[in-house]
């Protein structure tokens, strides 16, 4: 089955923490995203990869840290910076292109993880 | 910087009513259009996008929308809704080349009444 696997669903983080999040996806797409869903406030980005060993920061990267070692992997770190890290994370991922058809940068989505402090 | 607006945050009808969720975005140039759906308990997918052509562009499950230039809209609209079609509707814009430029609304969160 192609697609993308997030996990763990659901996850708790302790004060002064770190966690991490994992992205997996085997569409062999270049470019993946991660995105923060709160209520009523829509997706905002976090931190977008375009290709391996590449990532750049979104709207809202303080306190979280990403890599890129593999095509298929894209790891989120919430830090301990992160003073507000409940939230729902998502993962996407699209093929990659500078001009035409790939330009248009569909997304495809992974099934997410609920992230809580205790 | 660009910018989407959704014109509702929670709509309630009843099956069989039509439907129309309102889209506004903030960018004068090119832009490509979509609209995601989020069933509740699952993933984020696509419903329908435009990205050239005729404005008004035919999805899944028999939604459409129409992308009104001069109105910077891409309304999504379906002529009888079904108790199914509960779920979070997000409308978004890629207006360049790469995926830094995709921008979601706040999403509408759509109820169907059986």
């Known amino acids: 089955d192609g697609g993308i696997t997030q996990s763990p669903k659901y996850l708790f983080r302790k004060e002064g923490q770190n966690v991490t999040l994992s992205c997996e996806q085997n569409?062999?797409?270049?470019?993946m995203y991660w995105y923060r869903q709160d209520p009523g406030q829509g997706l905002r980005l976090i931190y977008y990869s375009q290709i391996v060993n590449d990532f750049q920061k979104g709207d809202i990267a303080e306190g979280y840290s990403v890599s890129r070692e593999k095509k298929e992997s894209f790891p989120l770190t919430v830090t301990s910076a992160q003073k507000n890290p409940t939230a729902f994370y998502l993962c996407a991922s699209s093929l990659r292109g500078t001009s035409g058809e790939l330009a248009k940068n569909i997304q495809y989505f992974g099934a997410g993880t609920r992230l809580s402090v205790l | 910087a660009q910018s989407v607006s959704q014109h509702n945050h929670h709509v309630i009808l009843s099956e069989a009513a039509s439907l129309e969720l309102g889209c506004n975005y903030s960018y004068g140039g090119t832009v490509n259009l979509f609209w995601y759906v989020q069933y509740p308990g699952q993933h984020l997918q696509l419903l329908l996008k435009?990205?050239?052509?005729?404005?008004l562009v035919k999805g899944i499950k028999g939604f459409e929308a129409e992308f009104i230039k001069s109105k910077f809209s891409f309304n999504l609209r379906k002529p009888s809704v079904q108790w199914s079609d509960t779920a979070e509707y997000f409308c978004a814009v890629n207006s360049g080349n790469y995926g830094q430029n995709f921008v979601f609304g706040p999403g509408t969160r759509l109820s169907v009444l059986p």
């Open positions: 435009y990205f050239s052509g005729d404005p």
């Open positions: 569409l062999n797409h270049d470019a």
